[in-house]
């Protein structure tokens, strides 16, 4: 990191709910909707500390993210966080959020959701389940890149007049610290801009939100806002570069390690890369061509991106893309793995996806599992719908 980057920011110790909680009062908000959800609550937690935030506690997550939704109609930027149950009953005003075109930024620590029982561990279908409403989601990794998307995620929301949610795994995120480099207030303040709301209900000539829309303005408006997702792709990048330039961290749509040359790649997204990134290290000091995609975008996603990655330096494709999903879309598979496999079809890319459903509910996804199902491509190439990944079992 140079010189003239570290003078814009300092390492502090801290886990990723006191990232996402700094990361919205250097963007700017200083109204914060909240209600307590495990394993969102110490965001709110954090957020008490500012003397100079208004944290207003709703009476359910449907009414934090309608009262949100008012500060925005104002003209003002406002915090949101929340986790599994919390974000489905949310739903509703989801639509309406994205509908209206309200760029608001949310956290999401991803847990699981009550199906065969209550689930206190990480797993990302309940951001999963609202991929269709418009909002631009983005994946991290660590506690670092939790504070960076929502500072990008600001100045994205904004261009494009969309919301955008930041997710990250439940506890193994959320509860855990690390060294995070937090720029000072001055220089987000600087990148991050003021407020780009774009017409709001002012006064003056009449404009109506919210009422019923005749056909054929409910289907431009929403023919509009998939032309404005895909929009984002390179607004993501143009942004990303900015602040790569004051802060000395870039981000891409994808991340790929060592595809160059690589035969099997592993796609992971979320805390899973780490891992990943450990086996493939491993693996390549042993001498085989192994590499890693980390996924950070999934709406917009990144199509075009993830081809150039799976691109190796000799023109041909990488053979064998083994995606682990945190996730399962019952009867299909892993969620990210059928996108990817769409993406592909679409690009005429012959790579082979592999999907693995693993860590559900917040099983453990060690090294040896990883490694466990590489060894299993090796010596059964042919790809089916999906295999269930745990630590002693795969089938």
Not at 207 to 219: E, K, M, S, T
Not at 248 to 261: C, H, I, K, Q
């Amino acid at each position: 990191m140079q010189a003239t980057e570290v003078s814009l920011q300092r390492p502090q110790l801290m886990n990723g709910a006191e990232a996402l909680a700094t990361a919205f009062y250097l963007a700017g908000a200083r109204v914060a909707y909240t209600y307590p959800i495990t394993p969102q609550s110490e965001v709110m937690e954090h957020f008490s500390r500012y003397p100079d935030m208004m944290v207003i506690q709703a009476d359910s997550e449907y009414n934090v993210l309608a009262g949100a939704e008012g500060v925005l109609w104002s003209g003002q930027r406002c915090a949101v966080a929340t986790a599994s149950q919390g974000l489905v009953l949310m739903s509703e005003v989801l639509w309406e959020v994205a509908g209206n075109r309200l760029p608001l930024v949310m956290g999401v620590f991803n847990r699981g959701l009550k199906t065969v029982g209550w689930c206190l561990g990480t797993q990302q279908n309940d951001s999963l389940s609202i991929r269709d409403t418009g909002w631009l989601q983005f994946y991290c990794g660590s506690a670092q890149e939790l504070l960076d998307f929502v500072l990008i995620g600001y100045r994205l929301a904004e261009a494009v007049k969309l919301p955008t949610m930041v997710a990250g795994d439940g506890f193994y995120l959320s509860h855990e610290r690390e060294e995070v480099w937090v720029p000072t207030p001055e220089e987000a303040a600087r990148f991050v801009g003021p407020p780009n709301f774009g017409l709001l209900p002012r006064g003056g000539e009449p404009l109506a939100f919210g009422g019923v829309a005749p056909p054929h303005r409910y289907f431009e408006g929403l023919r509009r806002m998939h032309h404005d997702v895909q929009r984002a792709k390179a607004l993501f990048e143009e942004i990303a570069q900015d602040y790569a330039r004051r802060f000395g961290r870039l981000y891409r749509l994808v991340e790929p390690v060592f595809t160059e040359d690589a035969e099997w790649v592993f796609l992971t997204a979320g805390t899973i890369g780490g891992t990943a990134r450990e086996v493939v290290e491993v693996l390549r000091a042993e001498g085989f061509p192994v590499g890693l995609i980390q996924l950070h975008a999934f709406r917009p996603f990144p199509t075009e991106a993830l081809g150039e990655a799976l691109h190796r330096r000799d023109g041909s494709f990488v053979p064998h893309l083994l995606v682990f999903d945190r996730n399962l879309a019952p009867g299909h598979g892993g969620v990210f793995a059928g996108e990817v496999r769409l993406a592909l079809s679409l690009q005429r890319i012959p790579t082979q996806v592999h999907s693995f459903v693993t860590g559900l509910g917040g099983m453990d996804v060690t090294p040896e599992m990883l490694e466990r199902a590489w060894h299993h491509v090796r010596h059964h190439p042919e790809p089916r719908e999906a295999w269930f990944l745990a630590e002693e079992v795969m089938e």
